[in-house]
């Protein structure tokens, strides 16, 4: 008996395509503990290695006593800075125009910086040789504030830049003067300000975190000194770049390179940079013949390895008496640590800052940012966001609020008549950003609505006539634009790649695919939401789509996974090529038909001949005949590589709305409720995209309400374990609401944006706006980040809060 | 560095080793056992990525001696499921995407089975409270708690077919 025929309808389901909530293919190895993490590969005769950091932030180094070390059996190596200097390794380029030591050259510019490293037969043996290796410093003024760094007198921090006035981004005016980097129109800025009826001004102060994923970095390096290969698995958000860098450092050719970043547990942009760890591990790996694995603790993670933010923000807004703004100036401090480290595309020494004119409709603007040395680890990477966006969509959506207090307008009147109209797209920014697509007055309207905002500030009002009233109550709002998806290689590039992304897709004979790319996941689900984009292109059920990521070898150059760069670049880059599979198969579909391609319709999984539901050839069909008889003047084969260069940027936005209930006694804040409203354009697969929004709404919340790196005038960082250093349990976490709307992107071969780290860089600026909106009627108009129960309650009392 | 001869059941299966007496539970498992599924997140027993099972306790394996565990059963997430049939958190993990990047996943699995034995019906604030020893960077919880939720009635259901 013939199986009935499938209605499209349960065809299409049986895709599991765009628009699924399909579970994750990558749940079954990790469900069972059979991942494989860094930390998990063990290779025949592997050492350890381990660093020896400095206890001190700036000061020299002496002499460095390696004997004590060396005598503890199952040592292998000790290796400093003058070890490295014949192979020129001791310093490395880094990805934003300045060098960094690998091993500390004479001096050392942070507390924990690397000084020497151990290799041995364990971890453990490594860890004993650490302390017993005997280092003496002499110690040097430390600089921890940015402000003092720029004084005349200010101690010198990099003496190795002597003399050099000219930065990688212009010119240097002192001597821990990194790059002032500006955008916008300056005099047309100050020209908006002169004639304004109304100005504020607002100082800020991003504080310094970390990303903190809860797998640290790590590699194992493997040198053949037969072949002259070199593998390395590493945590790495971008392996390719990673090899191109190995291969520029260690002069072993591309081609013998091979970087595998097997499963990452998460990045969040702290495993974007090279660091010294992987360097010295590659090192002593083809010093020593062996294989050298590094893994990193906790402790050495925050310490070290690439923090985010940091940024001390002056906003000012002009604007009209009626709430209108006219325009807006920012000047920047930028705290970029003892290196210039951060991982930006190579035009941007501050990322895509100058976004910061937000959702809003601002005539004239202008931003400076000024970097600046001081004795801290380097770093300034993208925690969940593009590059800098989370500290330009915090200042504007501060200032906003700033100015809705100073005119008493309602905060959400004030974005109203603010916000960039939908027939305004493509919208030009005054910085310079063509904005591809956006529908703020609608998504704005959803969550008032949702909420009741009306009956929330009715509530408010009656509790802040209540003395009685044990609590305040403050209401947040927030209405975001991000950039993401970086992005065109005639704007982005790093160290000289440009940053497209790739795909490469293969269809087996019986029908089945693989799909190789240039991305790589670290917990987004990319093994389970890019099969899908395969299935609606191609009609192959997901289920028989492999998608391999991050290994060199296999892989097409792509520039990695970060700033929300997959769905928009590499997403991009699966449907285009895709469509080229699709085309060829649709020659092979007419050939086997005997009609012309003209004649065929493309409906779900198959082409059918127009008018006759009878006549088709399904995409297994087709991809057999590929492979036996394909038509005259057609290679055999169905596959396709496509490199995507992205037109534009892509534009995602939200709206966030929060309720907080801050304890009049003590200070302690608690989430009441927290809405957010996404529009990521086309929605490849809704249970992850709520899924990921929980977690970055969740990793916003720890950075407003309690992560920072607080360091004492040594340059001491007060909390580097996870003792100190605040990541939210089950428990402090609020419960997330999600809502969304669809505005696809018009230059988006699918229409989608990307969507991951917008709530992170959303929600932050939320969770401040409620909580200075339950003081705002105290005329507070800004209290800085963290909003750790300790300051609320300080700041209780500063203003008389009476309980 | 002196050595010990260590006995346990681990996942159902009597083993002896000789172990260095300073070594790690986490270490002993995932470099000599070759049981990769206990991560280490922090070595403070603060992130519980490293959390086994020891003699019907949650444990984080990272603070804890191997030569502790002379005589234990100890079971760790490669010996949740029996007989190749996942065990009820495991496939409510999964069912209620539970996990991203599956780093925190084989500890949350480890203390979701044991606290749901010490409270098989729990709120949504006890299980909050009880699963408060283990850190998630990806997921904000909210799947997590789902997936507790679904795997005690899923427990429930198969305890009444069998009684």
């Not at chain 1, 001096?107 to 043996?125: L, P, S, T």
């Not at chain 1, 504030?145 to 010198?156: I, S």
């Not at chain 1, 892509?650 to 209930?661: A, E, N, Q």
């Not at chain 2, 086994?52 to 001696?65: M, P």
Request: net charge negative; hydrophobic share 40%; proline share 5%.
């Amino acid at each position: 008996m013939n199986a009935p025929v499938k209605t499209p309808e349960e065809r299409k389901a049986e895709l599991q395509g765009m628009g699924d909530s399909r579970l994750r293919k990558e749940d079954a190895r990790f469900i069972q503990g059979k991942g494989q993490y860094c930390d998990d590969i063990k290779l025949p005769g592997m050492l350890h290695m381990d660093i020896v950091r400095s206890p001190i932030a700036h000061g020299r180094i002496k002499k460095i006593n390696k004997d004590p070390a060396m005598a503890i059996p199952g040592v292998h190596a000790v290796l400093t800075a003058d070890d490295l200097k014949p192979l020129n390794l001791h310093w490395m380029p880094t990805l934003a125009g300045d060098v960094a030591a690998v091993l500390a050259d004479e001096k050392v510019h942070f507390q924990m910086q690397e000084v020497a490293i151990v290799i041995a037969d364990d971890r453990y043996i490594a860890a004993d040789a650490v302390e017993a290796v005997e280092v003496e410093y002499e110690e040097l003024p430390v600089v921890i504030d940015p402000y003092k760094a720029l004084e005349p007198n200010a101690p010198v921090l990099r003496e190795d830049l002597a003399g050099k006035t000219e930065g990688a981004h212009g010119a240097r005016d002192h001597h821990n003067h990194i790059f002032t980097w500006e955008a916008g129109d300056k005099s047309a800025a100050d020209a908006a300000f002169a004639n304004a009826p109304v100005t504020v001004s607002q100082h800020m102060h991003y504080p310094r975190v970390h990303p903190c994923p809860l797998e640290t970095c790590g590699c194992v390096a493997s040198f053949d000194p037969i072949k002259g290969e070199l593998t390395t698995w590493m945590t790495s958000q971008a392996p390719h770049v990673v090899r191109t860098v190995v291969s520029m450092l260690s002069g072993v050719p591309e081609s013998k390179v091979r970087i595998i970043s097997p499963d990452i547990g998460g990045g969040f942009g702290n495993k974007v940079g090279v660091y010294p760890g992987y360097v010295c591990a590659i090192v002593s790996s083809i010093v020593l013949g062996r294989p050298v694995k590094w893994s990193e603790d906790r402790v050495e993670n925050i310490s070290t390895t690439a923090f985010a933010r940091d940024y001390h923000m002056d906003g000012h807004l002009a604007a009209t008496e009626d709430g209108k703004i006219l325009g807006l100036k920012v000047d920047v401090i930028a705290d970029h640590g003892a290196f210039d480290a951060c991982a930006d595309p190579t035009k941007f020494p501050a990322g895509l800052f100058h976004i910061c004119s937000g959702s809003y409709d601002i005539a004239a603007a202008h931003c400076s940012v000024k970097g600046v040395y001081t004795n801290k680890a380097p770093g300034g990477v993208a925690y969940r966001c593009s590059f800098r966006v989370t500290e330009a969509v915090y200042l504007i959506e501060r200032m906003v609020d700033v100015l809705a207090q100073k005119l008493n307008m309602d905060k959400a009147e004030i974005r109203r008549k603010n916000f960039i109209r939908k027939e305004q797209f493509p919208y030009t920014s005054a910085f310079g950003f063509e904005y591809d697509s956006g529908d703020y007055h609608t998504a704005l309207e959803k969550v008032l609505d949702a909420v009741d905002y009306k009956a929330l500030r009715a509530e408010q009002e009656q509790k802040r006539n209540d003395p009685t009233c044990p609590t305040l109550m403050g209401i947040g709002l927030v209405t975001f634009t991000e950039v993401v998806g970086a992005g065109p290689t005639k704007m982005c590039d790093i160290l000289g790649v440009g940053m497209f992304d790739s795909c490469e897709i293969r269809i087996h004979p019986t029908g089945s695919a693989i799909a190789r790319m240039g991305t790589i996941t670290q917990g987004q689900g990319h093994q389970t939401t890019y099969a899908q984009i395969i299935a609606s292109e191609l009609g192959i059920p997901s289920e028989v789509i492999q998608v391999e990521e991050g290994d060199t070898s296999t892989a097409p150059y792509g520039l990695g996974t970060y700033g929300s760069r997959s769905t928009p670049v590499a997403g991009a880059a699966i449907a285009m090529a895709a469509r080229k599979i699709h085309a060829k198969a649709k020659k092979i579909a007419a050939h086997l038909l005997e009609v012309s391609e003209g004649d065929l319709d493309w409906e779900i999984d198959r082409f059918k001949v127009r008018g006759n539901d009878e006549q088709f050839k399904t995409m297994a069909d087709i991809a057999f005949a590929a492979y036996q008889q394909p038509p005259e003047g057609l290679e055999p084969g169905l596959e396709a590589v496509h490199y995507y260069d992205p037109p534009n940027f892509t534009y995602p936005f939200g709206i966030y709305l929060c309720v907080v209930d801050i304890d009049k006694g003590t200070g302690e804040s608690s989430i009441r409720r927290f809405y957010a409203l996404d529009d990521c354009g086309t929605r490849i697969n809704p249970m992850i995209i709520d899924g990921q929004i929980h977690g970055g709404l969740t990793e916003g919340f720890a950075v407003a309400m309690g992560q920072q790196m607080p360091f004492d005038e040594q340059g001491n960082l007060l909390g580097n374990t996870l003792m100190d250093y605040f990541l939210p349990t089950a428990v402090e976490t609020p419960t997330w609401e999600t809502d969304h709307t669809v505005t696809p992107s018009p230059h988006h071969p699918i229409g989608a944006k990307g969507v991951a780290e917008s709530p992170h860089v959303g929600s932050i600026p939320t969770f401040t706006s409620a909580v200075v909106d339950a003081f705002a009627h105290l005329g507070v108009t800004h209290i800085d980040m963290p909003h750790t129960s300790y300051r609320i309650w300080k700041k209780l009392k500063e203003e008389g809060v009476q309980l | 560095m002196a050595k010990q001869i260590v006995k346990m059941n681990l996942n159902g299966q009597e083993i002896e080793q000789l172990v260095d007496s300073r070594m790690l539970l986490v270490h002993f498992l995932r470099e000599q056992m070759n049981l990769t599924g206990a991560h280490i997140g922090c070595e403070t027993s603060h992130c519980g990525a490293c959390t086994v099972d020891i003699d019907g306790e949650s444990v984080k394996a990272c603070t804890h001696l191997a030569v502790q565990c002379d005589g234990c059963d100890v079971k760790t997430v490669e010996g949740l499921a029996e007989g190749g049939v996942l065990h009820a958190v495991q496939e409510a993990f999964y069912e209620e995407h539970g996990l991203q990047c599956g780093f925190c996943t084989p500890g949350m699995l480890m203390r979701s089975y044991r606290f749901l034995q010490e409270n098989p019906n729990p709120t949504e604030d006890e299980i909050r409270t009880g699963l408060s020893g283990n850190l998630c960077r990806c997921t904000g919880y909210q799947n997590i708690v789902k997936a507790v939720k679904s795997a005690a009635v899923k427990l429930q259901q198969k305890e009444s077919a069998t009684a």
